[in-house]
């Protein structure tokens, strides 16, 4: 693996998330796992560049759960939700029945996760050099720091804006294993629990019993990933879909509590690019 990319990882927990699925219509029921999406947006919550100088690519997520619990737990993480609906898809006799400012809402019902707990991993992606800037360099360090103190551009969420996560900040982990496959010592995690007198230990851990295989998995609902000011996307929805056979985890299949996330190759170019020398 290369080590002059920039590498970005973040970890999630929450007791509600939504992952909708778009072909289960008016009564939507997540998909098992974060979207490309939706990590995307996770990373983003925390950090981007309005100029689309450079941007976050989410390659893969783990599906942990806490230490010490029941294999395979993620299976049994579905439940009914119920909400109020006040948005304007409601039907015309709703709208008119209610107060003047925006009539009765109606009943929503949805199947969501819960409990649920997400390490998301991530390569930060833009051209090369612009002049004297390195822009991804910039937003990495962005990122980690923002990461750090605690700061985000808005509050991280688990799919729907209401489902706001519960813990969002660093693999809370005592090792983790860096870009160059070595397993060290978790220096954020270490710095997290020092600032918070919180013990140094491991709160969660991959759920390596599960493996599934989800037949189509939204990847995104636009054209490009990322657009400049100015030049909107394109509506065009793209789905992952799982071969049979398939072994090396990709696409829509979960294994061992990993799912990698198949980028379009477009989107994906600059990836597997060759790092100029000026690479930090």
Known sequence: MSTNQYHLQIEVSGPLAMFARPDTGGTPTSYPAPTWSAAKGMFESIAFLSDGAAWICPTKVEICRPVNELDGRALSLFQRYT????????????????????????????????????????????????????????????????????????????????????????????????????????KPWKEYCSRWGLPFRNESEVDERLSLDVPSMLI????????????????????????????????????????????????RAELTAKETSHAQ
């Not at 409990?115 to 360099?137: D, E, I, K, S």
């Not at 065009?236 to 980028?263: I, M």
């Open 83 to 186: 909400t109020n609906y006040g948005g304007p898809l409601r039907e015309p006799g709703l709208r008119k029945a209610g107060i003047i400012s925006g009539g009765s809402s109606m009943q929503f019902f949805a199947t969501v996760l819960s409990g649920v707990c997400y390490r998301l991993y991530a390569l930060v992606v833009g051209p090369h050099r612009r002049g004297q800037t390195n822009a991804r360099h910039f937003l990495k360090e962005l990122f980690e720091r923002r990461l750090k103190q605690g700061r985000c551009y808005r509050t991280p969420c688990l799919g729907w804006s209401e489902f706001t996560c519960s813990y969002w900040g660093p693999f809370r982990c005592t090792h983790v294993t860096g870009p160059t496959g070595r397993v060290e010592e978790n």
């Open 220 to 267: 995104g609902v636009w054209d490009e990933a990322v657009t400049a000011p100015g030049k909107p996307a394109r509506y065009a929805p793209r789905f992952a879909r799982s071969s049979p056979g398939e072994e090396d985890g990709g696409g829509a299949t979960v294994k061992n509590g990993v799912l990698t996330y198949r980028v379009p190759p477009g989107w």
